[in-house]
């Protein structure tokens, strides 16, 4: 049904969506082994939306990526995470910062066009700065688990995108 030529393009748009798919099955297969489906998804929706628009360090092994997601999934579910909500907050708001301040981080995969770096800084500041909200909308409704979930979904690319720029800065200083 395609012709010879478009095949190599359609491989690389269902690798590309099963791929980019694997975050999102991932973390709710976790979350219901886990029995905490729900918060699973409000971690990962947070974290592939901005992520893909935000840009960041990835990590070279995707079992490594695998374990490192558990983790902030189960470090998610704290039993009373109203007792550090200040400081879940303080987190939430300067990953926020963080994200608004380095959107968009190119990689050496895919490198951005001008038109480009503006559009993904626009959707980085409107779904870093949505989720904030949703963030203290579930913390006003008390609903704590769900708000540390969407906490983490911030803070997760907000650091994937520090150690891309102090990779960055330090590659350029060794070039200079």
Request: a positive charge; aromatic letters at 14%; one cysteine or more.
């Amino acid at each position: 049904a395609i012709s010879h030529n478009d095949v190599a393009l359609y491989e690389y748009a269902v690798y590309t969506f099963f791929f980019s798919m694997l975050p999102l099955t991932v973390s709710i297969c976790l979350g219901a082994l886990l029995h905490m489906f729900f918060e699973a998804l409000l971690m990962i929706l947070p974290f592939v939306l901005i992520r893909k628009f935000s840009g960041g360090f990835h990590l070279k092994s995707s079992r490594v990526c695998f374990f490192v997601s558990s983790l902030f999934l189960a470090l998610s579910k704290t039993r009373s995470p109203h007792k550090s909500f200040l400081f879940c907050s303080i987190l939430a708001v300067i990953s926020t910062f963080i994200i608004i301040i380095l959107s968009p981080i190119d990689s050496d995969e895919r490198k951005l066009s001008l038109a480009e770096q503006k559009l993904f800084k626009k959707v980085s500041i409107l779904l870093s700065l949505f989720f904030l909200g949703i963030y203290f909308i579930l913390l006003m409704l008390k609903i704590w688990n769900c708000a540390a979930s969407v906490g983490v979904g911030i803070v997760i690319p907000a650091l994937l995108q520090i150690h891309a720029y102090l990779e960055e800065t330090k590659n350029q200083l060794h070039k200079t």
